[in-house]
């Protein structure tokens, strides 16, 4: 069955970094266009990136552009966004999702915390 | 503000019939992008319910329906259950290649 595992959330000052990740299984990782959704909380869903199946297009959200890259290993079936220069209003739950047009599967998110 | 317009909330009896509309214009709905529905219980990721405007994945029960027309969008649900109170949200795709949601409906079962 597919599996989406997101990690590498916690607690970052404003200006800071981290790399989050998606483990993908149970589909042909490679096929695929990939997403990240987020959350903040108390919130509606926001779309934060997305990246074709060979990882040649790529769009992001204005509210991340050039904060933030998204980028896939197709060979470890993991997705990865990294964000730099991350702002309180970054605070959130971030989904990867498989697919671009519309998610039919989800990871269980994972939290980004940025507070000082 | 979310691109798609969604009603903050709805409620109903249970046994009854609710309708959250979604608004959108002429470079999301309006261009032809097909719509989709997503149910989110309190703490878990979102659950696809319709896509294509107006087609269950498997397992959705049949009390779900969705349907489009011009640049708005609505998801019905009939004979409402406890089980149904959540989150629901709408979403599309627009003209600058962008993937965009609604604000989100909270629906309350009386």
């Known amino acids: 069955q597919v599996q989406l595992v997101e990690s590498g959330g916690g607690l970052v000052k404003p200006g800071g970094s981290l790399r989050l990740s998606c483990a993908a299984s149970?589909?042909?990782?490679?096929?695929?266009?990939m997403s990240w959704i987020r959350q903040a909380p108390g919130m509606g869903l926001e779309w934060v990136s997305y990246?074709?199946?060979?990882?040649?297009?790529?769009y992001y959200a204005d509210s991340v552009k050039g904060r933030f890259t998204i980028s896939r290993d197709n060979a470890k079936n993991s997705l990865s966004l990294q964000m730099n220069s991350l702002r309180a209003e970054d605070t959130a739950v971030y989904y990867c999702?498989?697919?671009?047009?519309?998610?039919?599967?989800w990871g269980q998110g994972t939290l980004v915390t940025v507070s000082s | 503000q979310s691109v798609l317009t969604q009603p903050p909330s709805v409620s109903g009896a249970p046994g009854q019939r609710v309708t959250i509309s979604c608004t959108g214009s002429?470079?999301?709905?309006?261009?032809?992008?097909?719509v989709h529905w997503y149910q989110q219980l309190p703490g878990i990721a979102p659950k696809l319910l319709i896509y294509?405007?107006?087609n269950r994945p498997s397992g959705v029960p049949d009390r779900f329906s969705g349907s489009k027309s011009g640049t708005s969008a609505s998801l019905a649900i009939t004979g409402l259950q406890a089980e149904d109170e959540a989150d629901y949200y709408c979403?599309?795709?627009?003209?600058?290649?962008?993937?965009?949601f609604g604000g989100g409906t909270k629906l309350t079962v009386l």
């Open positions: 990246i074709s199946s060979s990882g040649s297009t790529i």
């Open positions: 979403q599309s795709y627009d003209s600058s290649l962008s993937v965009v």
């Open positions: 999702a498989r697919e671009w047009l519309r998610f039919n599967y």
């Open positions: 002429s470079s999301n709905i309006g261009a032809g992008y097909d």
């Open positions: 294509g405007n107006s």
């Open positions: 149970g589909f042909t990782f490679s096929d695929y266009y």
